[in-house]
Every structure is written in C-alpha cells, then in structure tokens.
C-alpha cells in the first residue's frame, strides 16, 4: 500500500491507500490487512490474479480455474478462538495450492 494524502475524504485513514490507488476507509483497514496478505501470498507464492470488485471485501483470486475470497476467510479467522483452528488460514493456503495449475 502507497502513502498519500487524503484532504477532503471524510472517513479515510490518513493517507493510505490500498491496490491501485483504492482509498480505504478507517474502519476496514484493520479487518482487511490479513485478507490482502492472504490474498497476495496466493498470488505470489501459487501464480493466481487478483478479480477486484467494487466492494474490497468481495474481492477474489483466481488459481486454476477456481475463485477464492480471501477476505471472507480472514474475517471469519479473527472471529472467535475457535475460529482460529476452524479457519485456519495455513489450512486455506494448502487447499487452493491442490489446484493451481
């Protein structure tokens, strides 16, 4: 994520923005960190492309001819404790990489 000035956007973190110049509000910069980081491992490490949709939590990443929402694994990570074994995103990585190409 690139550092830039925010003036005149009510409700954004100061000066951060997310992929592409995307502003990301206050409120979900905490919660969606371990999905972008999810989902750039799996671009990286496993040769998948980033599907962006307007909303940054219903954003994908295509490995194979399969789609994953690495957000909504993150977010149901950071639930709960129990969440932390039932959505284990070791657990996650390992299953996408059975279908890369």
């Known amino acids: 994520m690139g550092r830039r000035g925010t003036a005149g956007h009510p409700g954004l973190t100061p000066g ?8 990301l509000p206050s409120n979900s910069l905490h ?4 999905g972008v980081y ?3 491992m799996l671009v990286q490490q496993l040769g998948g492309m980033w599907v962006l949709r ?5 954003s994908q990443v295509r490995v ?5 929402l690495p957000f909504l694994r ?3 990570y950071m639930q709960s404790r129990q969440s932390l074994l039932d ?5 996650f990585f ?3 990489s059975r279908y890369r190409p």
């Open 16 to 23: 951060w923005y997310g992929p592409r110049g995307l502003a």
């Open 64 to 68: 194979g001819k399969r789609v994953w």
């Open 38 to 40: 999810l989902g750039n």
């Open 94 to 96: 390992h299953e996408v």
């Open 87 to 91: 959505y284990s995103l070791t657990q």
């Open 54 to 58: 307007a909303k940054m939590e219903e």
């Open 74 to 76: 993150a977010r149901r």
């Open 31 to 34: 919660s969606s960190c371990p």
